[in-house]
């Protein structure tokens, strides 16, 4: 049976062509958001980067990007779906050559900048080429080649790094984007559909509420990288608080009695959206912080290098692209509410089961939480993909598709800032209480720390030597940083399963959005 988008042109060949290298651009994107995280200490030495400044490679990319998600809407209106991935891509490829090549800081940081940019710009393009070039019937089928690539970039990124910096140098980190990048921008410019840019928009761009979402989100970026080193209580870290609500209440507030305001934050008024995105801020904090967490108790604890972590790390990745047709399949003959309660439920027990591990936990412990995860993502993001954008009109997609990312995003800032908050505060009071109860004689505190258990019987120790006390206090921190990882994935775990609160706020005629016989919406862009 032949296929047609939804303003009527067929679907063939070419146009599975053109997304699938959008979704190339896209995996790009999301891929260098975490292909450096393992090779820092390379980048810092080659371009001899203060310590202390290391973390604005990584911060650089994530404003310009978080900034760049929202304004897609505006940008696609602005430049067409096909102008505005084009102009990404290159622009992507272009400062990834310039990373490559730069040799101070500065330089590498604005490019950086560029990169994230750009990359923000690409993802939602991806998610609205789904309902606009495709009809409801292989709607699923799209959503699910995305959904695969967003969560997969993540856990591939590191290993891919690893390797890369390990094998060749952290140079070839950026040079791997420009053969394909150049090849992606060729094919999309020759495959999507041209649309001429309404230059017109620029005349009419409300530049105040551009500097106040900029300034916005950047200060939140902020906040939620400094505040967990600072306890909170820092005088920059409340400045930067201060800033963050004062241009996100006028940023809102103008957005809101704006006609044609730059950010429709008026989508939000629709509860299948609303819920869509809530469920995308949850989702965000669990991928991106168990992408964060598993590394770091693997380094840390079980001191295995990033190739190591890497191969580790694959099982959620397989467990993505072996539940990826299954979760399509089941998407469009289900509820999606059903769909999601199953998701994120998976996923949430995922979280929490790592909550109880010890020193010893590796592969083998890991193993199955990560499987839960990897299959649970597919389930969590297609139903929630489909509950906030297969309803909107076409003119209104890029805004919708640019806010529902953009909650993902934020989610992954948020949850990695709690995950950083506990793992700041909490090692130091597990020192604490366990070196209070080794004293005390407790066999099950000495169990968690390594220590043999034929000496304690809950009876109190007496004084120990220095020499004693310098081999044990290595196993204590260790334990305490156990305990606090422990608490961290209980926390974003406990998060996820309390979102299934919003499956309630839900009417019961949320399944068969995809209907082949259902209206397609109108798929002109202006409006």
């Given amino acids: 049976m ?54 604005w490679v990584q911060t650089a990319y994530l404003i310009a990007e978080v900034i760049a998600i929202p304004l897609t809407g505006w940008l696609t209106r602005l430049l067409s779906l096909r102008g505005l991935f084009v102009v990404a891509v290159l622009g992507f490829t272009a400062a990834s050559l310039g990373c490559a090549l730069v040799h101070g800081f500065g330089p590498f940081i604005a490019l950086r900048a560029v990169q994230g940019f750009c990359g923000g710009s690409m993802i939602p393009t991806v998610f609205t080429s789904v309902f606009l070039m495709f009809p409801r019937r292989s709607q699923a089928k799209a959503t699910a080649i995305v959904g695969v690539v967003a969560m997969l970039a993540p856990t591939l990124g590191p290993t891919l790094g690893g390797y890369i910096t390990e094998t060749y140098s952290w140079h070839w980190l950026f040079l791997i984007n420009v053969g394909p990048g150049l090849i992606v921008a060729v094919l999309a410019f020759r495959l999507l559909k041209h649309e001429r840019p309404a230059w017109d928009l620029l005349a009419r761009l409300d530049y105040r509420s551009l500097f106040l979402l900029a300034v916005f989100l950047g200060s939140l970026e902020l906040v939620l990288k400094e505040g967990p080193k600072r306890n909170w209580s820092d005088g920059v870290v409340l400045a930067l608080i201060a800033i963050c609500l004062a241009t996100g209440m006028s940023f809102i507030r103008r957005s809101l009695r704006q006609p044609d305001p730059l950010v429709d934050l008026r989508l939000l008024q629709e509860l299948r959206f609303a819920a869509g995105c809530l469920f995308s801020f949850i989702l965000g904090m669990g991928l991106y912080g168990s992408v964060y967490l598993l590394p770091l108790f693997l380094s840390f604890v079980r001191q295995h290098t990033a190739l190591e972590i890497g191969r580790i790390m694959l099982v959620t990745g397989a467990a993505q692209l072996l539940a990826a047709p299954f979760a399509a399949w089941l998407e469009r003959r289900s509820d999606c509410r059903l769909l999601t309660g199953v998701g994120y439920a998976m996923f949430a027990l995922g979280m929490i089961v790592n909550g109880f591990a010890t020193y010893e936990t590796d592969f083998d412990g890991l193993f199955w939480p990560q499987v839960l995860r990897g299959v649970a993502m597919m389930l969590c993001i297609l139903p929630t993909t489909t509950l906030a954008l297969a309803a909107q009109l076409a003119s209104h997609m890029a805004e919708a598709s640019g806010l529902f990312n953009l909650m993902r995003n934020l989610g992954g800032a948020i949850g990695i800032a709690l ?54 206090a290595p196993l204590v921190e260790r334990a305490a940083a156990v305990a606090s990882f422990n608490e961290a994935w209980l926390l974003v775990g406990i998060l996820f399963a309390a979102s299934l609160l919003l499956l309630f706020l839900l009417g019961p005629a949320v399944a068969a959005e995809r209907s082949p016989t259902g209206p397609e919406p109108d798929a002109s862009l202006p409006r």
């Fill in 419 to 472: 995950i950083d908050t506990v793992l700041e505060l909490r090692p130091s009071v597990h020192v604490a209480t366990f070196v209070e109860r080794l004293q005390a004689g407790d066999p099950r505190a000495a169990l968690a720390v390594g220590l043999p258990t034929d000496r304690f019987h809950n009876v109190p120790l007496g004084p120990v030597d220095e020499a004693t006390k310098a081999v044990v």
């Fill in 2 to 55: 032949s296929e047609f988008t939804p303003d009527g042109r067929p679907v063939g060949p070419a146009t599975w062509a053109g997304f699938l290298a959008m979704c190339a651009g896209m995996f790009m994107a999301v891929l260098d958001i975490q292909i450096v995280a393992s090779s820092l200490p390379d980048i810092e030495r080659g371009l001899d980067i203060p310590t202390n400044l290391l973390s």
